[in-house]
């Protein structure tokens, strides 16, 4: 109720899933696959029903352009058996390579998307003369960011997950969130653990991991990309791996840090009421939410599940 009331002064034209609307449809999706409520679905269905009547046409990213509020809302539309609906919005989303990879579509244009994404990241790795050191390099704004909404691919090459940095161009590793170094690594390490079968993986997540409890309380706010919500994922997605309850318990400890909020000193964040940048409850209640459902941590985009099925 809190969180609906914030959301009267939120942007009305920001549709995006990472500030936007779609967000908070995301989150309701989430709590329906939780709770089986039925209002939780509807709630996602008014959301993004606002998102689309906003689109501009001018992105093509999840995150940020016109194919988040549209997977989600073909998602949406699915599980309230409007097939027509749901149809719709899969047809609207931008053709390959920029195909959202969420959605129920075929093997090669999954394989065109991939390709266009290796394909970029070689490319302005051979431009800036930075392929011995990051193969795979990409920019966001015109700065090479380390971390999950810019630059996840080139992390694992740039330096130790001990110490990542903001940027290729600022070596500090001060910010430690979602958004900035060892929080998303440790999702792409865990994955490429579970493809490749090689400890070396599981042992820089780990390594990533420490580095999150030493310095991943930050003073910012309690979301996702900005802050603890998100760095607690980390630690629930090493416990699912591992069975360590070091990780549970730290996840719990994160947890309480969120539940908290405002007894810390924290900031008040630029978009209190967005998902992904810092979300004051909404990206706490989707973390929480996550424990119930066997340890599963869903963390949207990244292992969130919006197939048709």
């Not at 689109?55 to 990213?61: A, E, I, M, Y």
């Not at 539940?259 to 209640?285: A, K, N, Q, W």
Request: proline residues 6%; positive net charge; aromatic residues 10%.
């Amino acid at each position: 109720q809190q969180m609906e009331e914030g959301l009267k002064t939120a942007d009305p034209h920001d549709f995006s899933t990472y500030t936007g609307w779609t967000g908070i449809a995301v989150l309701y999706l989430q709590l329906h696959r939780v709770s089986h409520e039925p209002s939780h679905l509807q709630r996602a269905l008014d959301y993004v029903k606002r998102a689309m009547r906003i689109l501009n046409g001018r992105k093509v990213t999840f995150l940020c352009g016109d194919a988040g509020p549209l997977a989600v809302g073909a998602v949406v539309h699915h599980r309230l058996n409007n097939s027509s609906d749901s149809k719709d919005c899969v047809s609207l989303v931008p053709p390959p390579p920029f195909n959202n990879l969420w959605l129920d579509v075929s093997s090669s244009v999954v394989s065109a998307g991939v390709s266009s994404i290796l394909d970029s990241g070689q490319s302005l790795s051979s431009d800036q003369k930075k392929t011995e050191r990051c193969p795979l390099l990409y920019q966001w704004h015109n700065k090479q960011y380390i971390g999950a909404p810019p630059t996840a691919s080139q992390a694992s090459t740039t330096c130790s997950c001990r110490k990542l940095p903001l940027l290729l161009s600022n070596e500090t590793d001060r910010l430690v969130h979602w958004c900035h170094g060892a929080p998303v690594v440790v999702h792409m390490l865990i994955m490429a653990y579970k493809v490749f079968k090689e400890d070396k993986y599981l042992k820089e997540a780990s390594e990533c991991a420490e580095l999150i409890w030493q310095m991943g309380l930050l003073g910012k706010a309690t979301a996702f990309a900005t802050a603890h919500a998100g760095n607690g994922y980390a630690f629930l997605s090493l416990y699912k791996v591992t069975q360590d309850k070091k990780y549970l318990y730290r996840t719990c400890k994160f947890a309480e840090w969120c539940l908290d909020y405002g007894t810390h000193g924290c900031r008040i964040p630029d978009r209190p009421y967005s998902l992904f940048e810092v979300l004051l409850m909404g990206g706490t209640i989707h973390f929480l939410s996550s424990w119930p459902i066997q340890m599963l941590p869903v963390f949207p985009p990244l292992n969130f599940d919006l197939r048709l099925k």
